[in-house]
């Protein structure tokens, strides 16, 4: 399959990059020429002290120690990164103070909201003075329940300038969900919206808020942040006007090691109770400068948004854009309210120039028919980035064909795991259709076969042969850092094994085929979720699809399902016409055993599909974290779908 240039920075763009500069400044430091991005890739991840001491000085981290120097160890898990330094999260994102634009707020239940960085400090000096009256200290967890508006930017920053630990669930979350990961980490202080809107409509969440209160035996008070009511009932709780209520001038940082932690983030917990990943504060802020800076070529001048919850590690990526001073755009509502063109709305009434989206986002446009290079202006927008699943072919067509063919359209792939990306967009390099443009920086990602062997060209687990300092600093209630190995390092000992089932092309692009836990393997020859769905969901009658390996006779065979688009009948047409797009877009090997029109997928609250849960359920097993899931009653059907114990 040929993957067509689709985009490519003209040379001035290229000269005037941060990625060319910092290449320049690397040469210095290397003693050397880098011809291409490729080969300065490649000293990154070979010579990695003098890579990430790089980043550190360039970055201008803010501390009040320095670092006695850069890795005691390669090990993984066991690297120890800039030993001796002292710093405070807080303090790098609040280094500015001015009047320029920190936070513009929107959202469907109140008006728009504009934060200068002044104001941001101040405010999050307040909140900071609250929780210290409150008894926060060092390594305490402030578990907020939160809405995607300015408070929630406040309160984290206001626990981590305290040293304590920060965690966040979006409202969405059913109570369930919210005690698997909060009821593992025994917060102090629980901070939540009294509830939101969501395509118009309101959803009170205070008697979910009295059930947690009940329910976390460790948790000393609860803040309550007015959003869905202007003046809700905060009877037995604190309100967030109480907990701000001191004017403070000064806000002292607690200063503390490198790998401090920072945030207490999670799995997706789809089957099975969520890992709690603790990630450290100055880890976080060299892998999100690196990937906003050289990665995306952000600066003070830039407006940045991320279509995200709290839930998901996209909204503390986004946050970090504070530490380059620039603006960053919230938004808390349904993407497509209160019309469908809403998020393109955004970007010209915002000026975005970077906006971050996914490809279920993508494919919803394009089955809508919209075209917004006809109906917008975007002329702002610089850099479209997606991640959440892999990007299709069809995404980047409609990208470059619909959208604005002038912007470079990044697709990331990363996770909670490294809160960051293991393979990133570059202002630097042409864009080729599906295909992730390179190997981040720093990631020392190869493609293995399952014995250990490196691929090109060919498709197989990602892994990451070196560390980095993003990667978790532990996970919560693992005191011997059994879960932690059992995680990333049991399959290849010593190296990290994501899960990921990619193809690192000849031209150092990545394409990624889904998760190799979900990776079908029909006849004993592997194949990527994604290689199905792409030819699938670009069809006009399919709007969403669900792929499965069942076991059957000794064998996997592949079943998919298919959400139709609204007005098409299932037909034996139709179903002979899905099987020969994907014998024409893939191999005769991909094309499914059965294929079952189902009313709805079911989908995590970030927007994966959720192909290890309904597996489980075709073979007869449980699923039992049903609250990890946007539309958990989608799971019944394919409770009972009994052709599919005869189908052939």
Known sequence: MTHDLLWKPSPAAIDAAAMTKFLRVAEQRAGRSFGNYHELWSWSVTEIDAFW?????????????????????????????????????????????DDHPAIVARSESRDREVI????????????????????????????????????????????????????????????????DRFGQIEPKVLIATDGYRYQGKAFDRMDEIRHLHESLPHLEEVVIVPFLHESPDTTGFLSWADLTSETVTELPFCELPFDHPVYIMYSSGTTGKPKCIVHGA???LLQHWKEHVLHTGITRDDR??????????????LISSLQIGATIVLYDGAPAYPRRESLF??????????????????????????????????????????TGAPLAGANFDYVY?????????????????IVSCFMLGNPTLPVYREEIQCRGLGMAVECWSDDGQSLTDRVGELVCTQPVPSMPVSFWNDPDGSLYRGAYFEHFPGVWRHGDYIKITERSGVIVY???????????????????????????EVVDSLVIGQRWHDDIRVVLFVVLAEGVVWSDALHQRIRATIRERTTPRHVPAVIVPAPAIPHTLNGKKVEIAVTRIIHGESVTNRDALANPESLDFFADLPHLDSAE
């Open 304 to 317: 940045v948004f991320y279509f995200t919850t709290c839930g998901w590690m996209m909204w503390n990526w």
């Open 345 to 386: 709305d955004l970007i010209d009434e915002e000026s975005l120039t970077v906006f971050g989206t996914s490809p279920k986002f993508l494919s919803f446009c394009e089955h809508a028919n919209m075209r917004p290079r006809n109906s917008h202006r975007l002329d702002s927008l610089r850099t479209i980035l997606s």
């Open 514 to 540: 889904g998760r190799s836990d979900a990776t079908l393997n029909p006849g004993g020859v592997r194949i990527g979720t994604a290689e199905i769905y792409a030819p699938v969901e670009a069809m006009d």
């Open 116 to 179: 200068s960085y002044r104001e941001l400090f101040d405010r999050v000096a307040a909140c900071a003075r609250g929780l210290a009256r409150l008894g926060v200290t060092t390594g305490d967890r402030v578990a907020g329940f939160m809405a995607n508006v300015p408070e929630t930017v406040i309160a984290m920053l206001a626990t981590t300038s305290l040293g304590a630990i920060w965690s966040s669930s979006s409202p969405d979350f059913g109570f369930q969900g919210v005690m």
């Open 282 to 284: 100055g880890g976080v």
């Open 53 to 97: 001491q790089l980043v550190w000085d360039q970055a201008d981290v803010r501390h009040s120690t320095p670092p006695s120097e850069t890795l005691v160890s390669t090990d993984m898990p066991g690297a120890n990164w800039f030993p001796g330094t002292r710093l405070n999260f807080a303090a790098n994102l609040l280094r500015h103070q």
């Open 401 to 417: 064909g619909a959208i604005r063919p002038e912007v470079c359209l990044s697709s990331i792939s990363g996770g909670t795991d």
